[in-house]
Every structure is written in C-alpha cells, then in structure tokens.
C-alpha cells in the first residue's frame, strides 16, 4: 500500500474506516500487515496487538473523517449564507429596477409548478449522483435559486406563506413515493432541502412575528370608528341592480359588494367559491387559504350574509357573466387571480370613502410592513364584515376569536388569525 497514490490511499483508509471491529479481527496477520504499512503501524507486532493497533487508528480515521464533514457543512452552510446576504444587499433603487422589469418575463409561477420542479430535480440527484456530498451541493444549488426567486418576487410575509406551502407540498408529494426504491434518499433530500431553505430566513421569519404582533396589538388596543350600516346599504343596492341585471353596474363594485356582505376574500369571489341558498341561509364551499383543513375546501358550510342570500348567489351569478371568474387559473396560484383584479378593486374602493366616513388622521390602522393606513383597501370589508356578524350574531357560547374564526372559515383552533380582524367599531349599527 506504501506504492499507492494519495488519492488511492484515502480511497482505501475510507474503506478501512467503514470496517466493522469483528471485521478486523477476523483479518488474516498477511492482511493485517499490508494495512499496517500504509497506517505507519509497526507490522511485526503480535497478531493481537497488531488488531488492536489498527482498530485504534480507525477509530481515529472514523473521528477525523467526521470532523471534516462538520468543517465542510460549516463552509457551506457560511457560503450559502454569504450569498443570500449579498442578494439581500443588491437593495439599490436600480437593482429594484431591475427586478421589476424582470418579473413579467421571469416570475417563479404557481407554487404546485415549483414544488414540481423542485422534486424532480431531487429525483434526478438521487439518479445521478454517486456520493452524498455531490448530492448536498446539488440540492444546495436548488436552495440558492429558489432564495433568489423568493427574495425577487415576493415580500417577506409572501414568503413566509410560500416557505410553509413548498413544505407541505414536497412532503405531499414524498408520501406518494413511498413504495419507490428511491425513496429512502429522497426523504434525505427534502429534508435537507426544507432545512437549508428555512435556514435562509431565519431572521426574517423572528422579524415578520414580532412586527405581526405588534401590528395586532396596536389595532385591538385602538379601534377605528366606521360607518358600517351605511356601507351594507350601498352594498344591498348594488346587489339588487346586479340582479335585475342594469347595464350600470360594474363588476368591480359587485365584488366588493359580495366581500362586504359574506366576507369572502377576493381570490374566492373571483376563482374558488360557491354559493348556495337553503332556505335562509347562505352556504359556501371553496374556501381559500385553508393549508392544513382540506376538506373544508370541499364543503358547503353556513355563513352570515348581511343581505338576503338569493342576492349574493346572484352577485356571483353576475361575476361570472362578466367574465371576472377565473376558472382556467391553478386553485392555489392566488397571485394570478389578485393580479387580474386588485388594481380595479383598488380604485373602486375609493367610492365608498365618504359612505364609512373614516376619520384617517385618528385612525391607528397600518400595514404589515407598519406604514399608516390612508384609505380603505378591499380586504377591509372582510374585517368590517366580521366585526358586524361577531356584535350581532355571535353565541353566548363562543368568544369573539372563536366565532370570528369560524365563520371566516379559519382552521379550526386557530384563535389568533381572528384576532388581526378586529380592526373597526362599527358605530351607526343598531
């Protein structure tokens, strides 16, 4: 062994390395010897104390192997970090231009098709590559685009909700793997990717909490007076021209008019929801961010409607009309769906400022970055909303978080979320 190579040799000391004790001392002396030159072991020593020698010294081989593997990781792992820092950093107004200009050309795309993309290319790892470290730096190749595309495409909270859904669809996805003989290293693989990816946004996720709690705190301590009644009035007297089909009514105040009066966000009017009435009650199917409650995507269950419910199921009768219904959009590629309605629902919103008469100089209300809030934006109708049904028809038996939550369609045990509603008072409610 003396005459091999060094890359030769520390092919063989790993395989020594890799040898169980029975397997040492079950070695013929001959063998034993032709080991004992290219360890530096004396080879004339008795043929136990010869065993003896060369299991200590792969002991000390297994020790150094490992303590090289945790060097590399920690190279690695101060690499990948270094280059996200640096993305971080190319925060200069023509970098942002940059961007910008880039998205419509370059935009990541549905969730689905990214976890798609992203497990076959773990696939491919686990059939090409021969050695678990080709692997780590192939998966970690994948981290560093998927970094990229998040820091480029979306704001911190966008983030937040996609590194949570990227993981529940890859594990989806590996459980319907199982009986795969690939298996085993790709459960490896998603885990280190999930591990690596989280490890990017560390300190963005501890920020995003502090500032959400904050944000909450600051607007249950200080509620902002609105005119609520005034606003379901305008909202029934839409509802009504949409049903009797006046050739006045635009779409956009229709849409507002339904989140308003059910409280359904705008990506369900426009894509998922369903509307059905028995007998007094409105019942809707098609809820949306509903991550870790699938089967109440699937179900009609009752909600408060603040009018009578034919004209909400009209007033999605006459989305669709419209052609403002987009059923040809992935489920869960809810930024589409925004993408093709928010500006219109946006600028709508600002004819109902003077019917909810809401003093913003006083008002607390902010964003979730902290910006003070100057106007009402649409998803504050599904706030309006819930604070009505929960002063009106709330249980003596339910909280206010419980009762909100449910009827908001919130997963079942989640108090919290509810809690980010309770934004307004609404004071001309009799």
Known sequence: MSKLTDEALRVKLNQLADMSE????????????????????????KSSELAEAIITKTSELRAERAAAKARKDELERLELERQI????????????KQRKEQRALNHPGSISARVES????????????????????AIDEIVLQQARQEDTHYTDTSRKSNRSEISKQLDKLLEGFKDNRLYSDLEIFVARFKTRFAACFVGE????????????????SDLTPVKGKALVEKALEILTRARNKESSVRWEEVSLALTLVTGRRSIEI?????FKVDGDKLLFKGQAKARHNEEIQ???????????????????QFIKDSGRYFDEIPLDDTRAVNHKVAKQLERQIANWESIADINWSESTLANSKGKKQTHLIPKNFRDIYATICTDNFRPNNQTNDVYMGKILGHNEGDQVTAQSYQKFSVVDWD
């Open 270 to 274: 426009h894509r998922t929801a369903e």
């Open 85 to 96: 820092e640096l993305l971080r950093l190319q925060d200069t107004p023509e970098a942002t």
């Open 298 to 316: 699937k179900t009609f269950f009752e909600i408060p409607c603040l009018v009578a419910p034919e004209l909400a199921v009209d007033g999605l």
């Open 205 to 220: 996720s501890k920020a995003i909490s502090f500032r959400e709690k904050q944000a909450v705190y600051k607007k249950n």
């Open 22 to 45: 029975l397997e040492i001392r079950t070695m013929t002396q001959t063998n034993r010897r032709k080991w004992a030159s290219g360890l530096k072991i004396d080879s004339n020593l």
């Open 118 to 137: 992203i497990f076959e290319r773990l696939k491919s790892i686990a059939t090409t590559t021969d050695s678990w470290d080709e692997a780590k730096n």
